[in-house]
């Protein structure tokens, strides 16, 4: 059904969910910080809609209205033809600048490994999801203190509620004014 992609067999990874997409679209999105597709093909028909994307990686489903669909996880088109362009010897067509504006990297070395742990770490999330072990993240939050803040509850001595302005700016200026256009 999926078929090849242009960065090849090695960036495409299947999985079987018992879930509808649906549901699984929404832990996707609630639980792993995925931003929820709208379904459209972006490699053409019957190649699989876009459940759901994080970083430089699409998860693709062969069908929305399946109760047990198919589910692939492959870069994003522009990655995709980043790593064809790389596998495929034309890696001297891109400059350090082009590849810096695209991946956030300056060389090919460092747009692979990044491209590896992006298209691992969501691989990993998907099949948590498929297999339904997938938990939100423990935010880490900072210690709320339990007074407000002293430096800003103290008003300063000259605090009189009045706008810090120049002393001469509420002065009428001795220039008259003259309109710009000359109307």
């Not at 639980?31 to 709208?38: D, L, Q």
């Not at 459209?40 to 047990?68: I, M, Y």
């Not at 423990?138 to 605090?159: G, H, K, Q, T, Y």
């Amino acid at each position: 059904m999926f078929g090849l992609y242009p960065a090849g067999s090695n960036w495409v990874r299947h999985f079987n969910a018992t879930v509808a997409v649906r549901p699984l679209q929404g832990d996707l999105v609630k639980h792993a910080g995925f931003t929820a597709g709208i379904f459209h093909q972006p490699f053409g028909a019957d190649r699989g809609a876009v459940l759901a994307q994080r970083d430089s990686c699409l998860v693709l489903a062969e069908s929305t209205a399946s109760e047990n669909p198919a589910l692939v996880v492959v870069p994003d088109v522009e990655m995709q033809n980043l790593l064809w362009s790389f596998h495929s010897g034309y890696a001297n067509q891109w400059s350090g600048r082009e590849l810096k504006v695209l991946t956030g990297c300056d060389n090919w070395d460092s747009v692979l490994r990044l491209a590896a742990a992006q298209y691992a770490k969501v691989c990993d999330d998907v099949q948590k999801a498929v297999e339904g072990t997938l938990v939100p993240v423990a935010i880490e939050s900072a210690p709320v203190p339990n007074r407000p803040d002293p430096v800003l509850c103290a008003s300063f001595s000259n605090d009189d509620d009045v706008p810090w302005l120049p002393s001469d700016y509420l002065f009428d200026s001795p220039i008259p004014e003259v309109p710009t256009c000359g109307l």
